[in-house]
């Protein structure tokens, strides 16, 4: 039986094109798909070491850097369960990861050391490394003993690739458990459904510690033998220098918003560009008109979630329709329901659900809530509401969910409402998201307290200080009262509507 890691998948590709470069860093540093095979062979090795066995998470809080990447990929080839961490997280947000995910080995940036000790001392958590963007760190000692590369460990493909956390409307954070396979399937729909191939350079901004950049870009890029041009993060001035080395972008709709703001960017930016591709938040109309009209170029927008991966995709090919995600992937059943799973009739709008191998395995260590969100066919309830035209293409018009989209990052309100509810003089709160120019959505917290609780600057740094830095409401405003329905339920979309342009 073929193996079912998907790094057996990605090395038959690396040692098709060896000398070939994989990936080339704004500074000019250049890797080879050999040089990158060697690299992962030797973390796994490393890893294997230090007595990091086949299933054990690897917890991994570091910026973005090739070491960075040989370490997601080494823990593919090892059978290691790779579980990102954003660099923006806290400590409070950090303990929760660490005593739920219970990683046999924790990586880090040196200077996130003295934090993440104690954090480890008490999640049990065996091993603690650093690793640093200039290839420094404890771990990067430990690399330097290795003498042989780990082969790629056979894996059965429904073996858990990764783990990847989401904070819920409960604000309970979920693992969400990936297979190799579901990985794979995915990635190789993706790579035929948007043409990729080895004459590909991808412009590569997006963070490595989410679906989008991890799995999204690296899958396409790494199932056809392309090569990418390999960014720290989005700064403009970077994406318009890099624009011309590369034939294919994906990224947030911030990412497009910015270009657009930018006066310099238009067709002469583009020329080598085959594709744009846009997905994690909604790509607004406006932008989607606005980037055609200033570079000839629809950009393609897709939609999918941690627990899917890639759903639904304009195409290619055929008509790619703003305001829409296109059609579901090969593989993918979509429907829309209502709320006893019932299919509803074409157009209505209703609960959007999906099957396939894309669809995860299921949330760490809660049995019940993974059933909770799975119909008796088999179906994930994305928590998305959405609507299907006679011609196939899905719409994403609501979301049953409390969620905030912020520059492509999720933010759930009661996670945040939690915190600013224990704040001194606050007796109750509502998060909300309102529109802003540059990320789409701003978090606002509307706060009803005591005098003591009416500064808004005091509220900001209070939470500053406890939860990551894009999850802290833009703005903070406060009423006597939170308006209520009969039910007692705070009516949010009142509050959306009342401070509509709180933000912009
Ligand atoms: C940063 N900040 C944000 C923010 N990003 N605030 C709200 N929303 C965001 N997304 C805050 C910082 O905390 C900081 O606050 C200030 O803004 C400036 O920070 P920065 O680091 O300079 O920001 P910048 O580098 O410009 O980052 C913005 C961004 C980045 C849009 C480039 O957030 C980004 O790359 N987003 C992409 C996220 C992503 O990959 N999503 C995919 C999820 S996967 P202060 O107060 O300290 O000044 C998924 C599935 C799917 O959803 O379908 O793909
Ligand atoms: P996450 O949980 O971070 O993976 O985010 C997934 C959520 O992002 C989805 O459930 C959608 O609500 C949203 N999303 C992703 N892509 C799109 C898109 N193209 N349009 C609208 N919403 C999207």
């Not at 990418?228 to 700064?235: E, H, K, P, S």
């Not at 607004?284 to 008109?289: G, N, V």
Request: net charge negative; aromatic share 8%.
């Amino acid at each position: 039986m073929a193996n079912g890691n998907l790094y057996a998948h990605f090395q038959t590709v690396f040692h098709q094109h060896g000398d070939k470069v994989a990936l080339t860093t704004a500074a000019g540093e250049s890797l080879s798909y050999a040089e990158l095979d060697r690299a992962a062979g030797q973390m796994a090795a490393c890893l294997a070491g230090l007595g990091v066995a086949v299933g054990d998470r690897v917890s991994v809080q570091v910026a973005k850097s090739t070491q960075a990447l040989a370490l997601y990929l080494g823990c593919l080839r090892g059978g290691f369960v790779f579980h990102p961490l954003n660099t923006g997280y806290k400590q409070h947000e950090l303990a929760y990861f660490l005593g739920n995910a219970e990683p046999a080995l924790m990586v880090c940036d040196s200077a996130d050391h003295a934090i993440l000790a104690p954090l480890c001392a008490e999640a049990k958590v065996k091993t603690l490394l650093t690793l640093d963007t200039d290839g420094s760190g404890s771990l990067s000692d430990a690399l330097a003993s290795v003498t042989e590369p780990l082969p790629t460990v056979e894996l059965d493909g429904d073996a858990l690739a990764a783990l990847l956390y989401s904070s819920g409307t409960t604000g309970t954070p979920k693992g969400i458990m990936l297979s190799h396979e579901n990985l794979r399937s995915n990635a190789a729909s993706l790579v035929e459904g948007w043409g990729f191939t080895e004459r590909d350079v991808l412009l590569h901004a997006l963070p490595i510690f989410h679906v989008h950049g991890l799995f999204v870009a690296l899958g396409c890029v790494f199932l056809s033998g392309a090569s990418m041009r390999w960014l720290a993060g989005f700064n403009l001035d970077e994406v318009m220098a890099e624009l011309p080395r590369a034939t294919a972008m994906m990224g947030v709709p911030t990412y497009y918003t910015r270009l657009l703001g930018n006066p310099a960017f238009g067709r002469d930016s583009v020329a080598t560009i085959r594709l744009f591709i846009s997905g994690s938040a909604p790509l607004l109309l406006e932008t989607f008109e606005e980037f055609e009209l200033r570079t000839g170029h629809r950009i393609l927008e897709r939609y999918g979630m941690t627990e899917t991966n890639m759903n639904t995709s304009n195409p290619l090919h055929g008509e790619r329709r703003g305001g829409t995600v296109g059609l579901p992937l090969p593989g993918v059943e979509v429907r829309i329901t209502d709320e006893s799973d019932q299919p509803l009739a074409v157009g209505e709008i209703g609960n959007l659900q999906v099957r396939g191998d894309n669809v995860f395995k299921g949330y760490w260590k809660m049995p019940e809530k993974t059933a909770e969100d799975f119909t008796a066919d088999g179906f994930f309830n994305t928590g998305d509401k959405g609507q299907i035209s006679a011609d196939g293409y899905v719409s994403i018009v609501g979301r049953a969910k409390d969620m905030v989209i912020s520059g492509g990052l999720n933010i759930y309100p009661k996670e945040i409402e939690l915190v600013v509810d224990e704040l001194p003089g606050v007796s109750e709160s509502a998060v909300i998201g309102v529109p802003h120019a540059d990320f789409g959505e701003a978090v606002v917290a509307v706060v009803v307290g005591s005098a003591e609780a009416t500064d808004e600057a005091t509220i900001i740094a209070a939470l500053k200080a406890q939860i990551s830095a894009f999850k802290v409401p833009k703005r903070v405003v406060f009423v006597d009262q939170l308006p209520r329905n009969t039910m007692g339920k705070v009516q949010k979309n009142l509050l959306r509507e009342q401070f509509a342009s709180l933000a912009s």
